[in-house]
């Protein structure tokens, strides 16, 4: 079973030739390489038939920024889980010495806590300046 038959309107029936010199060879290869068409003559056919060119920019600050913060996450849900544990061990102590052991647990976990908020939060600030340029 072959493939379906392209309309009339659609079949590709000419080939056209052209040279063209090096540094527009280049401006076409950068341009494709940032877009997501497949070959170089498909990006052409685009820009003849003047459709518009997708052409999608990667930030490298950015990537660096989004792994950093996904790293924090992981930190975020350890800490959490320690606190969880401090609390469990309070809520199910009797004894005053082991409650006060708690709570001075407690308070450092919550200290690991507020310095990765304050991290956190100087990276989303950083993220939001260069996404809200103007």
Do not use: C
């Amino acid at each position: 079973m072959g493939r379906k038959k392209l309309s009339e309107g659609k079949v590709l029936r000419y080939a056209v030739k052209s040279r063209i010199n090096e540094a527009t060879y280049r401006k076409l290869t950068t341009v494709l390489e940032k877009s997501r068409m497949r070959s170089l003559s498909a990006l052409i056919r685009m820009i003849l038939s003047d459709k518009p060119v997708a052409v999608y920019s990667v930030d490298s600050g950015l990537v660096v920024l989004l792994e950093e913060l996904t790293r924090m996450r992981g930190e975020f849900n350890a800490v959490g889980k320690n606190i969880n544990q401090v609390v469990r061990n309070f809520n199910g102590s009797t004894l005053a010495h082991e409650k006060h052991l708690s709570v001075l647990l407690l308070i450092e976990e919550q200290e690991k806590a507020n310095e990765m908020m304050e991290k956190y939060i100087g990276m989303l600030t950083e993220i939001t300046g260069r996404w809200l340029q103007e």
